[in-house]
């Protein structure tokens, strides 16, 4: 047997154990994540692991228990990022795989115990093919049956392959229609073929399609004029947080307080992140449109040029300035902020790193040296802060716990998330006294707003938590909700009010209350205060073209089939069908493909080129 060329092509029995284990794996995923389980699942997921079989029968000279590690990290990787980000991980994402330092304590957080099940055999496994092997001996490769193989390759490449790749699905869709392994293939081959590439649109997508449609004097105009602006992104704050009690006790006092008075509180606003997520929650709000989905728009685009909110008030006499307690590399933050417009960038590197926690500077030490720099800046200024101590895992010493927990949630992720906001809403107190003491206080607008959930409901333990507490089922709906609040000292206002809406309303909203008519903006949102209704286009934790409106939650099915999607009247909270839902769902993909395409394209400074050459004329 010396002279025969060895290969792995074990007998029958054994390829089977492999894929049936395989394939049991990939049904116990599906189940456990709650995936609806369909027959066009089962039957693609089995197809699609024969072509793997095949594959590696031909390429890989029947290495099958190569193919069953792989298989079995895949899942183990999946089975840990659908538990943090309720979707399965792309290739795309791994131009962020810098940031892994940052995150590895919330993923390791998150491991579920159950996910070791995907791994803990491939030691044992291995050892008994092992045994298998030397007991019964490699078997010969015979030409004729690789040529065999070889040709139901090619067959199968392209029947299956090809028209994957050919056809224009959102990542959901694939993985509903076809399964985990059709997904991954289809990611690939995306990845293989360029990156990311600007959507094809109609001619709407044009200068005079996208401008601020209240371009000018509504309610509350200029309430808020010759002041200067102070805009802070609260870490994973969601809306529920607001005037809510915990055991007695209230997590977000002063944040409750800042709404009660001088306040206009929306609290039907939802997040709209990609893959960026802080970075993304960061854009969207700065530049009034979405963003790439599942690339970071400051990853991969901080050349561009931006029509944003520093850009428009630097040309305004602002001074804009940004802060952030974590490095300026960090999401790629110090080549962004000068592309939108920010005349400076604070970052940990030029602050005094006098109190570290998790990521990087605590909120408290981060607030106070803020102040210090702000009071003597040139007025007016626009200084945008992001805090940074309420990042999950929501991780704080024990000595800045400041809420007494149940039993039953020391230890959970929601008893570390109401110590971490707790301790963060005690920071923000700390920072408006400081801006009271120095003078800042009543000449200023502070606009304060989440940027995503802290506990999505992907995690079965939040789930069942929030769900218990609120008292009604924890939904990502709700999770999404995230709070806004325009705070002006003197202006005596006390309005809440919940007209649905995004982070990308922002810009026009803060622009009517400053006074600020601007007529060349490419601006998708809308100014929350005067607008006849409210819309929110929903992405990236949802399928595309999801939405939610003053009457409507629309949350397309992840098969892509408009007749499977959830529909619900606000009012009612009944069932209502699918297509009565049509028009948002076109309206949700325009908004998100155009954006795309004008990031995609750098089309923006060409658009307020035409635009002004056309109010010229």
């Known amino acids: 047997m010396n002279h ?8 029958v029995d054994t390829v089977s154990l492999l894929a049936s284990m395989s394939l049991i794996k990939v049904f116990f995923f599906y189940i456990y994540t709650a995936q609806t389980l369909k027959l066009s699942n089962i039957i693609g997921t089995i197809v699609w692991y024969f072509f793997l079989l095949i594959t590696f029968r031909v390429l890989f000279k029947g290495r099958f ?14 089975f840990l990022y659908f538990q943090y980000f ?3 991980p792309s290739v795309k994402e791994l131009a962020h795989v810098h940031h892994i330092g940052g995150v590895k304590s919330s993923i390791i957080y998150v491991m579920d115990p159950l996910s070791f099940l995907f791994i803990i055999d491939l030691v044992p496994v291995g050892l008994y093919l092992r045994r298998k092997l030397s007991r019964t001996g490699e078997t010969v490769e015979k030409s004729s049956g690789r040529a065999q193989w070889l040709a139901m390759f090619s067959i199968l490449f392209l029947a299956l392959v090809l028209p994957l790749i050919s056809e224009s699905l959102q990542p959901y869709f694939v993985f509903n229609r076809y399964g985990l392994f059709a997904y991954h293939l289809h990611d690939m081959a995306g990845l293989a073929l360029g990156k990311i590439k600007a959507p094809i649109v109609d001619e709407s997508v044009t200068y005079s399609g996208y401008i601020n449609r209240v371009a000018e004097k509504g309610k509350y105009f200029a309430l808020a004029r010759n002041r200067n602006i102070i805009l802070v992104q609260l870490e994973s704050f969601q809306d529920f947080l607001v005037g809510f009690s915990y055991n007695g006790q209230e997590i977000t ?3 409750n307080r800042l709404i009660s008075n001088n306040s206009i509180y929306f609290n039907e606003i939802y997040q709209q992140v990609g893959a960026g997520n802080t970075s993304d929650a960061e854009f969207v709000i700065n530049n009034s449109m979405h963003g790439l989905g599942q690339i970071s728009v400051y990853e991969s685009r901080d050349q561009n040029s931006f029509y944003s909110l520093p850009a428009l008030l630097n040309s305004k006499g602002f001074y804009t300035i940004a802060f952030h307690g974590n490095k300026g590399s960090f999401w790629n933050r110090e080549k962004v902020y000068p592309s939108l417009g920010f005349d400076d960038f604070v970052s940990l590197e030029e602050m005094e790193n006098d109190e570290i926690i998790g990521f990087g500077l605590s909120d408290l030490s981060f607030f106070r040296q803020v102040v210090t720099m702000i009071k003597s800046l040139p007025s007016p200024f626009f200084a945008f802060l992001v805090t940074l101590t309420s990042h999950n895992p929501y991780d704080i010493p024990g000595e800045l716990h400041g809420i007494k ?4 949630h020391e230890g959970t992720l929601f008893g570390n998330y109401l110590q971490s906001v707790h301790y963060t809403d005690k920071a923000l107190g700390v920072f408006i006294s400081d801006l009271k003491h120095v003078g800042l206080y009543e000449n200023s607008i502070v606009a304060i707003y989440g940027d995503h959930s802290g506990l999505y409901p992907f995690n079965k333990e939040n789930r069942d938590i929030m769900t218990g507490v609120l008292g009604k089922t924890y939904d990502l709906v709700q999770a999404m909700n995230i709070p806004l609040v325009f705070h002006i000292p003197g202006s005596r206002l006390k309005v809440v009010s919940s007209i649905a809406g995004g982070q990308i309303d922002f810009f026009p909203t803060l622009l009517n209350l400053i006074g600020v008519v601007e007529k060349n903006g490419i601006l998708f949102g809308r100014d929350l205060n005067n607008s006849s209704g409210g819309f929110v286009s929903l992405t990236h934790y949802v399928p595309e073209g999801s939405f939610i409106d003053d009457g409507r939650i629309f949350i397309m099915s992840g098969d892509g089939i408009l007749e499977n999607s959830i529909a619900i009247d606000r009012t009612t909270g009944e069932t209502i069908p699918s297509f009565s839902c049509l028009d948002g769902y076109k309206d949700s993909i325009q908004q998100i493909e155009a954006s795309k395409y004008l990031i995609l394209n750098d089309s923006i400074s060409q658009l307020l080129g035409q635009a002004t050459s056309t109010n010229t004329n």
């Open 253 to 255: 006092p002063n944040l």
């Open 86 to 88: 309720g979707f399965l």
């Open 4 to 11: 025969l060329k060895k290969t792995y092509d074990w007998a």
């Open 405 to 408: 927990l149940l039993p039953e």
């Open 65 to 78: 228990f190569l193919l069953y590690c792989i298989v079995s990290c895949v899942l183990f990787i999946d």
